[in-house]
């Protein structure tokens, strides 16, 4: 529901309130020094970069949703669980223990699987480092899809036009235990992390841990004569602490939902295009993907009666 993530952010920003998102890597030192060593120009102009993530579905074992809107049966509610509002905006459904309390993120109906899980927390690094926002071009493929629900792994690939910034840049996603090649300069007696960011510049390859790793330069023999660069961004105490600060009247927070919002809506690119099994050509500036008109159903979802938002 992209429209659902620039309306909250225009609110957020219409109503003055302090806003984090909860992507905690955005505060840590590792994820600065990412963005600085690469503005310092420490691998040269980048153009590509892969990220990867380790996580698979969150029960494997499910091959559909448990229950359907409007359907028989389920199980009983625990007590203590308000189920209808559990269910938010969505239809509503019998309950099945399958849901809670974690794998409702495999179900469209509730989440946007891995893609919509860690794109937030291990595209940062990237998107604030480069700019990387309305890419022209989001092509994703998964397996073990079933019905209403997401892939157990998956590949995706975005493409970001050149802007007053930077060159155009090609990110490619991986999860599932899907990783990119690894490049050169790597041991290769070692293998990629389970998780992680490679920038690929025209003059040297950076790798960062996901969610706000320290960066290193590839091959890491190149870290013997490697002049740090003066840092730039201010550093924070921790996640919590700089969005409190922004309660009590500091500056915003680092994640505030006008920068979640654009991380939160390249998820849903993504997801998008695992769900309508299409490249999506996407115009940002109409919220629309070109020549998808079934698409529009899910950039802006309906709401069950008591749940519209108000904007």
Request: charged share 20%; hydrophobic share 35%; proline share 8%.
């Given at each position: 529901?992209?429209?659902e993530?620039?309306t909250?952010?225009?609110?957020?920003?219409?109503s003055?309130?302090?806003?984090?998102?909860?992507n905690?890597?955005?505060?840590?030192?590792?994820?600065?020094e990412?963005?600085?060593w690469?503005?310092a120009?420490?691998?040269?102009?980048?153009k590509?970069?892969?990220?990867?993530?380790?996580?698979?579905?969150?029960?494997?074992?499910?091959t559909g949703?448990?229950?359907?809107?409007g359907?028989e049966g389920?199980?009983?509610v625990?007590e203590?669980?308000?189920?209808?509002?559990w269910?938010?905006?969505r239809?509503?459904r019998p309950f099945?223990?399958?849901y809670?309390p974690?794998?409702?993120?495999?179900?469209?109906d509730f989440?946007?699987s891995n893609i919509?899980d860690f794109?937030?927390?291990?595209?940062?690094a990237?998107?604030?480092?480069?700019?990387l926002?309305d890419p022209?071009l989001?092509s994703?493929s998964?397996?073990g899809?079933?019905?209403g629900?997401?892939?157990?792994g998956?590949?995706?690939y975005?493409?970001?036009p050149?802007?007053d910034?930077?060159p155009?840049?090609?990110?490619?996603w991986?999860?599932g235990g899907?990783?990119?090649p690894?490049?050169?300069?790597w041991p290769?007696?070692?293998?990629?992390?389970g998780?992680g960011?490679l920038f690929?510049?025209d003059?040297?390859?950076?790798f960062?841990?996901?969610?706000?790793?320290?960066?290193?330069?590839?091959?890491?023999?190149?870290?013997?004569?490697?002049?740090?660069?003066?840092?730039?961004?201010?550093?924070?105490?921790?996640?919590?602490r700089?969005w409190?600060d922004a309660?009590k009247?500091g500056?915003?927070?680092?994640?505030?939902?006008?920068?979640?919002a654009k991380?939160t809506?390249?998820a849903?690119l993504?997801?998008l295009?695992?769900?309508?099994?299409?490249?999506i050509?996407?115009?940002?500036?109409d919220?629309?993907?070109?020549?998808l008109?079934?698409a529009?159903?899910?950039?802006?979802?309906n709401?069950?009666?008591g749940w519209?938002i108000?904007?």
């Amino acid at each position: 529901n992209i429209w659902e993530a620039r309306t909250i952010a225009a609110l957020a920003k219409k109503s003055g309130l302090a806003t984090q998102m909860g992507n905690q890597g955005h505060s840590t030192d590792g994820m600065r020094e990412t963005c600085e060593w690469i503005w310092a120009g420490a691998i040269g102009t980048v153009k590509e970069v892969f990220a990867w993530s380790g996580g698979n579905r969150w029960n494997p074992t499910l091959t559909g949703q448990p229950t359907t809107p409007g359907g028989e049966g389920g199980a009983p509610v625990p007590e203590g669980l308000n189920w209808d509002m559990w269910q938010g905006p969505r239809e509503t459904r019998p309950f099945d223990p399958a849901y809670v309390p974690v794998a409702w993120r495999d179900f469209w109906d509730f989440g946007n699987s891995n893609i919509g899980d860690f794109a937030c927390h291990d595209l940062d690094a990237a998107c604030w480092a480069l700019d990387l926002v309305d890419p022209s071009l989001v092509s994703f493929s998964g397996a073990g899809m079933g019905p209403g629900m997401g892939p157990d792994g998956c590949i995706g690939y975005y493409h970001f036009p050149a802007n007053d910034k930077r060159p155009e840049v090609k990110v490619t996603w991986y999860d599932g235990g899907l990783k990119p090649p690894k490049p050169d300069g790597w041991p290769t007696d070692q293998p990629l992390p389970g998780r992680g960011v490679l920038f690929i510049g025209d003059a040297g390859v950076l790798f960062c841990g996901g969610a706000g790793g320290a960066p290193k330069l590839i091959p890491e023999s190149r870290m013997a004569d490697f002049k740090k660069p003066e840092p730039t961004l201010k550093r924070v105490a921790s996640h919590h602490r700089n969005w409190l600060d922004a309660c009590k009247g500091g500056e915003a927070a680092g994640s505030e939902f006008g920068y979640g919002a654009k991380l939160t809506e390249l998820a849903l690119l993504g997801a998008l295009s695992l769900r309508m099994g299409k490249a999506i050509r996407w115009n940002a500036a109409d919220m629309k993907a070109i020549d998808l008109p079934d698409a529009d159903a899910i950039i802006k979802e309906n709401y069950r009666e008591g749940w519209e938002i108000q904007a």
